[in-house]
């Protein structure tokens, strides 16, 4: 199911991407032989001939391409596999001297009909992007918590303040805070938020620099469960000491310890110090004391969330935030690639069809016990992604790829004459060849972390 799921997403991505070359070519007069959803085989295909509309299944390749009356009209096919699809243009990768070729026409009518293909993509993201923020919300940059004790708690920052700004760079939506660590990690240097409270704007510093004294474990934070070990990291001071998953802590240096709530608060007491802890634990009906010396942790975080969603506070905010969640993916995108290039990022955080599909079906799985809103949502929210993603990849200046269509016909309005079809084709030719080892290579890393 979460094969057919991500077949189903990335073909209606692609197919909305070469709808986009479709509508500019015809508006620009460049013949358009064949529009078809799939790959493989046609099921059906049908035209609209002097005659009316011809409907045939199945049809032939020689029959497509000799039936006389088919001869200078699209043809709109559904092929037998249903991933991607295609718009395939009189002359576009040939000398052509018809007049209806796509090499006859202008630089900038050219140069619409390449770009139509990935600004499409933008399109549908943005469409995707309306309807799920009218339904689950938007995400405010509003703080919704703040750690106990960690630096955020020290700063003077305070549940619903409105995050603008974080060291210049302006915030709108509650992603990009963590984006933007992600891309400028904490290096322990004072951080600058902007904020706005009651309607005016403040500036608040925050050292990130956080050292705190780690047992080990994690346990539930829902209010009324009881004080249960759910995890412990390896190596640990609890799994040192002996203690185990589903162990109970009933008291904590002599504090009684009823709940996970009380469990909180008096964790954030003993947590301070390297000094050796009395806990008692309850395993099996019995129980039994442990002395567990904390281990010192050292990191740089803010201590602070600012991401959650909420109904939208107009229809205007509807329209105004899907236009940012296009632009934030957009952005990501483009930086996750300068990370990659500089080598910050390695190629184990790249994906390809395969990671894709894995991606997708975690996201559905996780989505499933919300409910099928919740599900059709999370599938929406990856076809965002992925739209955005695809659009920004095929507008890079690589041979093959729209980007570098766009290229070679940006140099020919530059220069005033076109560019030998002949050396063109070649590298472009060049460029799909290292598009094809590069994905060869890409699935294989993706079915490798998959064994792993």
């Known amino acids: 199911m979460n094969i057919i799921v991500a077949l189903l997403i990335f ?6 991407h070469e709808f986009g070359h479709f509508l500019l070519a015809k508006k620009n007069g460049v013949g358009v032989p ?8 046609r099921i059906i295909t049908f035209a609209k001939t002097k005659k009316g509309l011809v409907v045939k299944l199945f049809c032939s390749g020689k029959e497509f391409e000799e039936r006389e009356d088919w001869q200078g009209v ?11 699809g295609s718009c395939a243009m009189v002359g576009e990768d040939e000398e052509n001297d018809a007049e209806d070729s796509f090499n006859s026409k202008g630089v900038w009518a050219r140069f619409s009909v390449i770009f139509a293909g990935p600004f499409f993509n933008f399109i549908l993201a943005f469409i995707f992007s309306v309807i799920i923020l009218a339904n689950s919300g938007i995400d405010y940059p509003i703080v919704r918590y703040i750690a106990p004790n960690q630096p955020a708690s020290e700063s003077g920052l305070e549940v619903g303040d409105t995050v603008k700004s974080i060291n210049g760079k302006k915030i709108t939506i509650g992603r990009e805070i963590v984006t933007y660590t992600q891309f400028h990690p904490l290096t322990g240097e004072d951080v600058r938020l ?13 050292n990130p620099h956080y050292k705190t004294y780690m047992f080990g474990f994690s346990y539930s934070n829902m209010e009324g469960d009881a004080a249960k070990i759910i995890s412990l990291s390896e190596g640990g001071a609890f799994e040192k000491a002996g203690i185990k998953v589903n162990d109970i802590i009933k008291s904590v240096n002599g504090k009684p310890v009823s709940d996970s709530k009380e469990l909180a608060s008096v964790m954030d007491e003993v947590n301070k110090t390297e000094q050796e802890v009395s806990f008692i634990i309850e395993r099996d009906g019995a129980e039994s004391e442990y002395k567990v010396t904390p281990t010192l942790y050292e990191t740089n975080t803010l201590g602070f969330s600012a991401a959650l969603d909420e109904k939208a506070n107009s229809a205007f905010d509807v329209i105004k935030y899907s236009f940012v969640e296009v632009k934030y993916w957009i952005a990501t995108t483009l930086a996750s690639l300068g990370q990659l290039i500089t080598g910050k990022l390695s190629m184990d955080n ?3 069809p395969v990671g894709i599909v894995n991606v997708v079906g975690g996201a559905i799985e ?7 809103s919740a599900v059709i949502m999370q599938i929406l929210y990856m076809s965002v992604l992925l739209s955005a993603n695809l659009g920004v990849m095929n507008l890079l200046p690589f041979p093959a790829l ?3 269509r766009l290229v070679f ?3 020919e309005a530059v220069m005033g004459k076109p560019i030998d079809k002949n050396k063109e084709g070649f590298v472009h030719f060049a460029g799909f060849v290292i598009l094809m080892l590069f994905m060869v290579f890409v699935m294989y890393n993706d079915i490798i972390k998959l064994i792993r």
Do not use: A, C, H, N
Not at 11 to 16: G, R
Not at 34 to 41: D, K, L, N, R
Not at 194 to 206: A, N, T
């Open 194 to 206: 902007v904020i706005e409270r009651d309607g005016d704007e403040k500036d608040i510093i925050i």
């Open 11 to 16: 073909t209606i991505i692609v197919v909305m």
């Open 402 to 404: 729209d980007g570098g």
């Open 74 to 84: 699209t043809k709109y096919s559904w092929k037998i596999l249903p991933l991607g």
């Open 366 to 372: 996780q989505s499933k016990s919300f409910g099928i």
């Open 34 to 41: 064949e529009f078809s959803v799939g790959m493989g085989p």
């Open 409 to 411: 016909i940006f140099i």
């Open 350 to 352: 790249v994906s390809g």
